[in-house]
């Protein structure tokens, strides 16, 4: 079975590491080891699990003229994401409840990235 590193990264300094297997989404894998992230619908229609991805195992960060790592890449969806814009997707936003990692990753999460995000359209 293939696992991912993915990085917890709160906005305090917090972090926490989980090894996620691709058939898993990100808040299944924090929920298996005790790391509260935040959620509500677990199907892609709210905005409460959003996280910020930060970076990619090859390197590829965020970068001051504003060039994010792609999502696409680093995520598979196990449905559409509703609560996401194509633009939030663009800007490297992803609903953990409902993505698998594809690659070892970083990804900011918590109030912040939410207040960020604002109101899914479906809620």
């Given amino acids: 079975m293939t696992t991912h590193e993915v990085t917890l990264e709160w906005t305090d300094g917090r972090t926490r590491t989980l090894d ?8 299944e894998a924090a929920q298996r080891v005790g ?5 509500d619908c677990r199907s892609g229609t ?8 930060l970076g990619l195992e090859d390197g590829e960060t ?3 003229e504003g060039a994010r790592p792609d999502v696409r890449e680093a995520f598979a969806y196990r449905r559409q994401p509703r609560a996401l814009t194509d633009d939030e997707q663009g800007e490297g936003y992803v609903l953990l409840c409902i993505a698998s990692p594809q690659a070892d990753c970083r990804i900011e999460v918590g109030p912040r990235v939410r207040a960020e995000v604002g109101d899914s359209p479906w809620a």
């Fill in 35 to 39: 790391a509260r992230l935040p959620y």
């Fill in 46 to 53: 709210c905005i409460t699990c959003v996280g910020r991805l």
């Fill in 62 to 64: 965020d970068t001051e």
């Fill in 20 to 27: 996620v297997a691709e058939s898993q989404t990100v808040l």
